[in-house]
């Protein structure tokens, strides 16, 4: 029974990390996790965004290119993208002198569904992993995911960095 245990475990692991989990074996390598919300900057210009949780400062989408969109409301897209602000290492929710800070470059690939009618979004998600960084974030690598949700025009992310 326990060796079932043992090995339902090690494919759900599999599983997570194959659908944008955090990659256990990153992890356990020097990565840290990270997780947490970004907004939309209310009135700001599009492509702006504010991040909270263990990343703290603003977001910012440099880049856009579709790389297709189907009739029936699929799109994929590409771009970069632009962090600027702190990883709350000590984690009271602040940027302070404790915390590594700078900023971190990504590339990212996009899938989304939208509403043939309306165009709204139903469902989105991307993929981003770190090109750079400069600071506190020098030599930064790992990638982190995104889940938007159509509701709150909020995304949740999910991913690993090496600082």
């Known amino acids: 029974m326990k060796k079932i245990k043992v090995v339902a ?71 970069t993208e632009l962090f600027v602000g702190c990883f709350d290492a000590n984690g009271n929710r602040a940027c302070d002198g404790q915390d590594p800070s700078g900023t971190m470059t990504f590339k990212f690939t996009y899938t989304g569904r939208f509403d043939t009618t309306t165009g709204a979004l139903l469902h989105g998600r991307c993929h981003h992993p770190v090109t750079g960084g400069t600071d506190g974030f020098a030599g930064a690598s790992g990638v982190l995911n995104f889940h938007d949700d159509p509701v709150t025009g909020c995304s949740s992310y999910k991913g690993n960095l090496r600082l």
């Open 9 to 79: 475990a090690a494919a759900a692991l599999g599983v997570l990390a194959g659908v944008g989990g955090v990659n256990p074996v990153e992890a356990s390598q020097g990565a840290v996790v990270v997780r947490g919300t970004q907004t939309p900057v209310p009135g700001g210009p599009e492509g702006t965004y504010t991040m909270s949780g263990d990343l703290i400062g603003d977001w910012y989408t440099t880049s856009f290119n579709v790389l297709g969109f189907t009739p029936s409301g699929a799109l994929r897209g590409a771009g």
